[in-house]
């Protein structure tokens, strides 16, 4: 069993920055692949961010490439979403997520752990 426990969302304003965290206990971190998902209201939970076990691969779908950065800390068991240059349509619930599996998920199904999420809202 993993525990996910994500921090740091808030209220921004657009064109500003926030460091997400998800800090992970119980199994052995290094031994997952980690996830950033959001979910608007009324709206699918994708993918923002992956990357792999070992921080060799990661994943950006096309809408936060250049702004968004994924990172994780294998000694402090914490996986981090940098998000820059923020837009009202970032405003969602933040989750991350762990998978037991090999590479990146890009899918909800895909990953085995959830956090509760954090509020990210992004004023215009």
């Known amino acids: 069993q993993v525990q996910l426990v994500e921090s740091g969302g808030g209220l921004v304003q657009a064109g500003g920055s926030l460091r997400l965290s998800c800090a992970a206990s119980?199994?052995?971190?290094?031994?997952?692949?980690l996830g950033w998902f959001r979910q608007a209201p009324g709206k699918e939970r994708d993918v923002v961010a992956a990357?792999?076990?070992?921080?060799?691969?990661?994943y950006y779908p096309d809408s936060v490439k250049g702004r968004i950065t994924i990172s994780r800390d294998n000694a402090k068991n914490t996986v981090y979403l940098q998000m820059n240059t923020l837009k009202p349509e970032d405003t969602a619930v933040y989750f991350c997520a762990a998978r037991r599996d090999y590479g990146v998920g890009l899918r909800v199904i895909e990953y085995d752990y959830w956090g509760q999420g954090t509020q990210v809202t992004v004023s215009s």
């Open positions: 990357i792999s076990r070992r921080s060799g691969s990661t």
């Open positions: 119980g199994r052995t971190f290094s031994n997952f692949g």
